[in-house]
């Protein structure tokens, strides 16, 4: 598939989002800031990439953490995945939350998100008086038993 994509203004400079490698379900969205950023710990902030885009009817684009920040730095998005509409031609944004112990510090050019195309379908809402059984019923959270990894004999 074809994606459009604009660059805007305040990143110029930086490359369009790219897939690490061959295999990559995400592009790697970058921070698009003027002057570094530094995120206390707990607090969050909204983060400019400096493209926007152009999606087929049809499908999403899905804002999702990086792995590494998350594992190293305690730093995730606050809405994951957040959602891009193909209606929408704004800016793409990654609202991040420093769930670390340490100041980080978000530098033009940084890797911070990635974004993930994905298809999806538009429902058909139909009410009904009764929904079709299954075998799980009704039951929620937790109700399929939890897989603690032990074995036992």
């Given amino acids: 598939m074809n994606l459009e994509v604009m660059r805007l203004p305040h990143a110029t ?13 995400g592009l790697d969205l970058l921070a698009a800031v003027d ?3 530094e995120v206390k710990p707990g607090a969050r902030v909204c983060v400019p990439t400096g493209i926007a ?6 499908f999403e ?5 990086r792995s590494g920040l998350a ?11 957040g959602t891009i509409d193909s209606d929408y031609r704004g800016e793409i944004k990654a609202t991040l939350v420093n769930h670390g112990e340490d100041t980080f510090r978000i530098t033009r050019g940084m890797k911070i998100a990635q ?10 809402l139909q009410e009904v008086k009764e929904l079709p059984a299954s075998e799980r019923g009704a039951g929620g959270f937790g109700s399929t038993g939890m897989h603690t990894g032990k074995h036992h004999a």
């Avoid at 885009?53 to 049809?58: D, E, M, N, T």
């Avoid at 684009?61 to 953490?65: L, N």
């Avoid at 993930?116 to 058909?124: D, G, N, P, S």
């Fill in 53 to 58: 885009v152009a999606l087929p009817a049809g």
């Fill in 71 to 81: 594992l190293h730095h305690g730093v995730t998005l606050l809405n994951s995945p």
């Fill in 61 to 65: 684009a899905q804002v999702r953490p």
């Fill in 35 to 37: 002057k570094e950023i």
């Fill in 115 to 124: 974004l993930v195309i994905a298809r999806h379908e538009t429902a058909k």
């Fill in 13 to 25: 400079d930086l490359p369009l989002p790219a897939y690490a490698t061959e295999g990559s379900a």
